[in-house]
């Protein structure tokens, strides 16, 4: 059970604007910034946006990000199908004195 | 180039013992902020823990399900950074990243508990 909820999985078709909700609390997100991170099968995790809404060297302005209270999103706007992976939010829960990550969504483009 | 090379990984029973490593290259292991991320088989991101630099005093956080068995250091004359994992538990398999700021990951090490 992640401490950071974010759906299963989501889909688009070429084109198309998803959204990839993350919810979490005050102690996390209703306190630190967000980091989304791409990761495709068998590699590593890429980091696509940080501080909420700020992007990496390189990520397309395609992806986008916001916060409001206890919960951030990633948009991904004309969706490629080269954008289908799965995705992750992270943040610092001050509780727990740690890093939490959502559960990861898995990004399907039809 | 940065480049972080981890190893180590390998099928122990549970109960047992292991020492994965993250070889360095490209930056100074001990000047930066690093942190060990773990990813079961067909589940999300794990947060394992952190080490802070020598110069803010080196000090380590880690996750409650592997703290008291999970130890992280460096040392400094290989530029590498270790994570001791001992009384696995089958729940710790997973493949094992290191990572520091601002997005330089390893290709992993995986970790297999099976008796």
């Known amino acids: 059970q992640s401490v950071l909820t974010q759906p299963p999985s989501a889909s688009g078709t070429p084109g198309q604007r998803v959204t990839i909700s993350c919810s979490g609390s005050?102690?996390?997100?209703?306190?630190?910034?967000v980091n989304w991170y791409q990761q495709f099968p068998g590699t590593a995790p890429k980091l696509v946006l940080y501080?909420?809404?700020e992007r990496p060297s390189g990520v397309p302005d395609r992806f986008s990000g916001s916060k409001s209270g206890t919960s951030a999103s990633l948009a991904i706007s004309g969706l490629q199908s080269g954008d289908e992976a799965d995705y992750h939010c992270a943040t610092w829960d001050d509780s727990l004195n740690g890093l939490v990550f959502g559960g990861g969504t898995k990004l399907t483009v039809l | 180039e940065v480049q972080l090379v981890e190893s180590g990984g390998g099928l122990v029973k549970p109960g047992g013992s292991l020492r994965l490593s993250c070889v360095a290259s490209g930056l100074t292991i001990s000047n930066d902020w690093m942190t060990w991320v773990r990813q079961a088989p067909g589940k999300g991101l794990e947060w394992v823990g952190r080490?802070?630099?020598?110069?803010?005093?080196?000090?380590?956080d880690y996750a409650a399900s592997v703290r008291g068995r999970f130890t992280m250091s460096w040392e400094d004359s290989k530029n590498t950074l270790y994570l001791q994992i001992n009384n696995l538990k089958t729940e710790d398999a997973a493949v094992y990243y290191c990572?520091?700021?601002?997005?330089?990951w390893g290709q992993g090490t995986l970790v297999t508990v099976s008796s």
């Open positions: 005050s102690s996390n997100i209703g306190k630190n910034a």
């Open positions: 080490v802070k630099t020598k110069a803010d005093g080196g000090t380590t």
């Open positions: 501080n909420n809404s």
């Open positions: 990572h520091t700021s601002p997005d330089y």
